[in-house]
């Protein structure tokens, strides 16, 4: 992994050179009754093992999609066509593309061919590529400031994974042309691997939108939550979030964050779910966030570790933040070597200790590590934070 990393800030954007090999961990594709079918595991994997670390079997970067990047949706939308034309390209020519393309669920009405009726067909339709994209297409992050989102690309294995908002135990991570699925939770053998497609801190409108687009409604204990509490409390907090990304779009180098407005929206948002424990409100993630930086920038590092510390436990339970989770756990690190042993209440070097290990987990859950290398967290710090190891390496002797 920390080679794929590595190569990613040598090739930004394109595909990584063919020696890196793809990882097959132990899965197997299993039929569910009255859901489809999912990815199971067929052996015992630890949180930072690597499941699959798989290469696209196309994706479509910014650079060559986005020649029009005023607008979000009309990159997106030619990154679409973009992925569709240079799949029925490869489809065309390559009898393994066009096998792999019949097998995967291209949503209602095309379904997917398979069992004993699969037969590789000579042509391919165009509306079977594009409910195929639709279904099971990845969106990775942006990978450079400006970008109007990252690459957009379809891998075969990773698409037969299903989605749960709160109950995932598997986190996904695009580098370059590949996708790596790491095991975030225990996995036991015949335990079925779990993503999230989405965060699920957007409202329920908007996850319900994009989740209807990989053709199914999400039954997940948060969702299931949201639709119970009725319109007038999604309403509530719908203008509360919207409160809360005008704020944040206003941010700039001379306009700092309102500590006193972020205090109240965070208190609003936890108002209206005040009766579930703070795991359950994925809502509060954001502002808590932007408070603690906000306070981390105004030098009020001891007001700042509890509200990361508690946006890191809310990560730790919905695996998708586990990105943020890293970060969370390198700015709290921050915030103690900027305090002193004077002002602080516990025994500095033993928190600074525990804190590098949470670091470490973190890190090890966010990017994987090869088995038995206790070290490789290390390289993938110094990428991200170059500094930051040298400073806290006296701690760990
Ligand atoms: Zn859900």
């Not at 409604?217 to 299931?224: E, P, R």
């Not at 590092?301 to 919905?318: S, T, V």
Request: with cysteine; proline share 5%; charged share 25%.
């Amino acid at each position: 992994m920390l080679e794929i990393l590595k190569a990613s800030k040598i090739f930004p954007n394109q595909r990584l050179p063919s020696h890196f090999l793809e990882i097959e961990g132990k899965v197997s594709v299993v039929c569910i009754p009255g859901k489809g079918r999912g990815l199971f595991a067929k052996q015992v994997f630890n949180p930072g093992d690597l499941i699959i670390g798989h290469r696209a079997l196309e994706i479509i970067f910014p650079d060559s999609a986005a020649t029009v990047p005023s607008s979000i949706l009309l990159s997106r939308v030619k990154r679409f066509r973009c992925l569709k034309e240079s799949l029925a390209k490869l489809a065309s020519t390559d009898e393994e593309v066009r096998r792999k393309l019949y097998f995967l669920h291209a949503g209602p009405k095309l379904g997917f061919v398979g069992g004993d009726e699969r037969e590789v067909k000579k042509s391919i339709s165009l509306a079977r590529i594009e409910g195929v994209i639709l279904v099971n297409g990845f969106q990775g992050p942006s990978t450079r400031v400006g970008e109007t989102g990252g690459p957009f690309g379809l891998w075969y294995l990773p698409s037969f994974i299903n989605h749960d908002c709160s109950r995932a135990n598997a986190n996904w991570n695009i580098v370059n042309d590949f996708i790596f699925i790491i095991a975030a939770k225990q996995i036991c053998v015949g335990d079925e691997i779990l993503i999230s497609y989405i965060d699920p801190d957007q409202p329920y409108a908007v996850r319900n939108e994009l989740l209807l687009k990989h053709d199914f409604i999400c039954t997940c204990k948060l969702c299931n939550l949201e639709r119970d509490e009725g319109e007038s409390i999604r309403r509530q907090r719908d203008t509360i979030l919207a409160k809360f990304k005008n704020h944040v779009d206003s941010i700039s180098s001379n306009f700092l964050p309102d500590v006193q407005l972020l205090s109240s929206i965070l208190e609003e948002l936890k108002f209206l779910r005040r009766d579930l424990p703070l795991e359950e409100n994925p809502f509060v993630l954001q502002p808590m966030m932007q408070l603690g930086l906000a306070l981390f920038e105004r030098n009020k590092y001891n007001e700042a570790i509890p509200l990361f510390e508690d946006a890191i436990k809310l990560c730790r339970r919905l695996i998708q933040f586990s990105s943020v989770a890293t970060t969370l756990s390198i700015a709290v690190l921050k915030c103690y070597l900027n305090l002193t042993p004077e002002n602080t209440s516990t025994n500095y070097e033993v928190t600074i200790k525990n804190w590098i290990y949470a670091m470490r987990d973190c890190i090890i859950i966010q990017y994987g590590s090869r088995q038995g290398d206790d070290d490789e967290w290390r390289g993938i710090l110094e990428l991200r934070m170059p500094g930051l190891l040298s400073q806290i390496e006296p701690y760990l002797k």
